[in-house]
């Protein structure tokens, strides 16, 4: 069991991170001071696979926890689900004194975590992220969100858990598309702050992908150091935390431009560090042979789905929607080396939006034919 | 123009209080550091009577403003009201950097700022009540909230405003019995806080109900001050701001009770007063003579409306619903002395419905017949 602490003065969290947590959150989240059972959020697929365990363990600590399940996907990330869940909340009589215990990936977390940020102004909840993408990314940081149909995690708010249950475990039960999915992002974190992560990487990956404990426990830990840190020094994305958005930028557009439906998220975001390398390239950032290497990099953690069919106007009119991208002042982040991140602003929108269509020409020439 | 600090570290803000202070809200602001206008969220009502004022202010210091009209009334406190505004907001093009200016009373403060905190993870706002129960109570201390069917301010957020601008002027456009409500909230706050307001509003009361210019403004100066020292010392509501509830949970139910059709909030208000005076009475809190110098206050301010028609149980039920009531220690608010409130714990439940059973008996005994 490894701990990594979440330094955000009176909000303070540790992020646990092992293998087989699920089967002890009872006991660990009893130690950390809760003295009743917790209202369970999940979907149906994670609750077949990891309910009993966890379930059992609360059980012994606090008795019996109620389950809240929600449709599993994206699209139950909206409004109404929400108020199915302040209403089952209602139903159980959930007070004040309550707290809400989110098993599953990034969108479980995202809901109930905006659930309790909202319910009576907020109850505690901890975080128990079942894919490698919640345990890496999401799960830290306190962002939660939902969708709405103009765009997503439009509505949301900070409110960091109490603490995260990441159980290393939980990722030998994921498919292969969503374990490198969350790797893309492990991949951003180590280009935008951990040259030493990303050798780790480089050296391990076919263990990593196979989920080898030991590897993959490293890897969680690294990068929830990495997100930690961030966090640390800019809870509310007001400066520094933008960095955590590289490879985001051209990643939402390239979700958003096909609907959501040809990406994984970390596979966009995968392109997204391609096209920012690139694009970084041409604007005289980091030399070729380094963007050479973290291209490889993220071209050996999995086959990226084609860009074949995205028209740059569509990545266009996504992009001018996404609401970090502010039309007076356009920031994107690059990176100045391997392992270090840089914020460029006033980016011209003209040179980018060029560059965006080179880059898809490129991309969808040197593609084989269907 | 009279300033209170809200003293909230980095969340502090300033509570301007003045006669005729939304004509000058444009310069005022920009003072404050806002750089663009905001977009305006209000009802028609409260619009067709300061909207010119305001608007034509915030089009000299910033441009034109735009503005999002909701219903009138507590009902569209609402999730169906709250999704128009982000809709709103969205063909608005608002984004991190816009801001919210809530033109109303508490109903436009709860769901505006509500959404100001939900909105891309928190925009920044500002209040400006135009009610007497919004400048003395809703506007200071970050509460927002909206309803569900269940129940009222179920669903919220603290989210301090940037600043507040109370308009004494705007009061003398109030309906006597919106000003008497507000009035009772007053009195609360100077029954839990500060004797020698109670002394003020005893000796003033006429000139405050025929809204004189000097008193009002001392009034509402006095109750900003009192609120917002409680709110300093306890902004997230885990001890000391539960004071602020004193006459609530009573008045709450009776609220409830009633389907929120019988009662202002603040009517309400009056009538927890003097249960939790009575109460209080029975427990040996406060003496007689202080007791009936209270309830003559209260009844100097206006007619409550009658208790007629309402059944203990119905009030009970009402009570255990309560968000803040929790059924493993209830507490209650009384006052140890006038200006001084006390919070006791362990009330006991059959000890309180038999009261509640005595007090509706006695007043409803004791009015007058229809």
Same mark, same amino acid.
């Given at each position: 069991? /490894?701990?990594?602490?979440?330094?955000?003065?009176?909000?303070?969290?540790?992020?646990?991170?092992?293998?087989?947590?699920?089967?002890?959150?009872?006991?660990?989240?009893?130690?950390? @001071?809760?003295?009743?059972?917790?209202?369970?959020?999940?979907?149906?697929?994670?609750?077949?696979?990891?309910?009993?365990?966890?379930?059992?363990?609360?059980?012994?600590?606090?008795?019996?926890?109620?389950?809240?399940? $929600?449709?599993?996907?994206?699209?139950?990330?909206?409004?109404?689900? %929400? %108020?199915?869940?302040?209403?089952?909340?209602?139903?159980?009589?959930?007070?004040?004194?309550?707290?809400?215990?989110?098993? @599953? @990936?990034?969108?479980?977390?995202?809901?109930?975590?905006?659930?309790?940020?909202?319910?009576?102004?907020?109850?505690?909840?901890?975080?128990?992220?079942?894919?490698?993408?919640?345990?890496?990314?999401?799960?830290?940081?306190?962002?939660?969100?939902?969708?709405?149909?103009?765009?997503?995690?439009?509505? @949301?708010?900070?409110?960091?858990?109490?603490?995260?249950?990441?159980?290393?475990?939980?990722?030998?039960?994921?498919?292969?598309? +969503?374990?490198?999915?969350?790797?893309?992002?492990?991949?951003?974190?180590?280009?935008?702050?951990? +040259?030493?992560?990303?050798?780790?990487?480089?050296?391990?990956?076919?263990?990593?992908?196979?989920?080898?404990?030991?590897?993959?426990?490293?890897?969680?830990?690294?990068?929830?150091? $990495? /997100?930690?840190?961030?966090?640390?020094?800019?809870?509310?994305?007001?400066?520094?935390?933008?960095?955590?958005?590289?490879?985001?930028?051209?990643?939402?557009?390239?979700?958003?431009?096909?609907?959501?439906?040809?990406?994984?998220?970390?596979?966009?975001?995968?392109?997204?560090? $391609?096209?920012?390398? +690139?694009?970084?390239?041409?604007?005289?950032?980091?030399?070729?042979?380094?963007?050479?290497?973290?291209?490889?990099?993220?071209?050996?953690?999995?086959?990226?789905?084609?860009?074949?069919?995205?028209?740059?106007?569509?990545?266009?009119?996504?992009?001018?929607?996404?609401?970090?991208?502010?039309?007076?002042?356009?920031?994107?982040?690059?990176?100045?080396? %391997?392992?270090?991140?840089?914020?460029?602003?006033?980016?011209?929108?003209?040179?980018?939006?060029?560059? %965006?269509?080179?880059?898809?020409?490129?991309?969808?020439?040197?593609?084989?034919?269907?």
């Amino acid at each position: 069991l /490894k701990t990594i602490h979440v330094e955000l003065k009176d909000r303070r969290y540790p992020v646990f991170v092992g293998q087989g947590l699920l089967g002890h959150a009872g006991s660990l989240l009893r130690r950390r @001071g809760f003295a009743a059972a917790p209202v369970i959020i999940t979907n149906r697929r994670v609750f077949r696979l990891h309910g009993p365990a966890v379930l059992q363990s609360l059980d012994k600590a606090f008795g019996r926890a109620p389950v809240i399940k $929600i449709g599993d996907g994206e699209r139950f990330k909206d409004h109404s689900t %929400l %108020l199915k869940i302040y209403k089952a909340l209602i139903r159980l009589h959930a007070n004040r004194k309550s707290w809400i215990l989110a098993l @599953g @990936g990034g969108v479980v977390g995202d809901i109930a975590g905006y659930a309790a940020a909202t319910f009576m102004r907020g109850i505690p909840w901890v975080m128990a992220p079942t894919t490698l993408l919640s345990q890496v990314d999401s799960s830290v940081g306190g962002k939660v969100a939902i969708n709405v149909a103009e765009g997503k995690n439009l509505i @949301g708010a900070f409110h960091q858990p109490s603490a995260v249950l990441s159980d290393t475990n939980a990722l030998r039960t994921l498919p292969k598309r +969503e374990l490198r999915s969350g790797l893309y992002e492990v991949v951003r974190s180590a280009a935008i702050q951990s +040259e030493p992560l990303l050798c780790y990487l480089e050296r391990k990956l076919p263990g990593i992908l196979s989920v080898r404990s030991r590897e993959i426990e490293h890897v969680v830990v690294e990068a929830v150091r $990495i /997100k930690a840190a961030v966090v640390e020094s800019d809870e509310r994305e007001s400066g520094l935390r933008m960095i955590l958005n590289y490879g985001h930028t051209i990643g939402h557009a390239l979700e958003a431009a096909t609907d959501y439906k040809k990406f994984k998220h970390g596979e966009a975001v995968g392109w997204g560090m $391609i096209a920012a390398l +690139e694009y970084g390239s041409e604007l005289g950032l980091l030399g070729v042979d380094q963007k050479a290497q973290l291209i490889q990099l993220i071209q050996r953690v999995g086959p990226l789905p084609s860009l074949r069919g995205i028209s740059v106007e569509s990545l266009w009119d996504s992009l001018m929607l996404d609401k970090k991208f502010s039309s007076a002042d356009i920031r994107m982040v690059f990176l100045r080396k %391997l392992g270090q991140a840089e914020i460029r602003t006033r980016i011209e929108p003209a040179s980018l939006r060029k560059f %965006l269509q080179r880059f898809l020409n490129h991309q969808q020439r040197s593609e084989p034919r269907p």
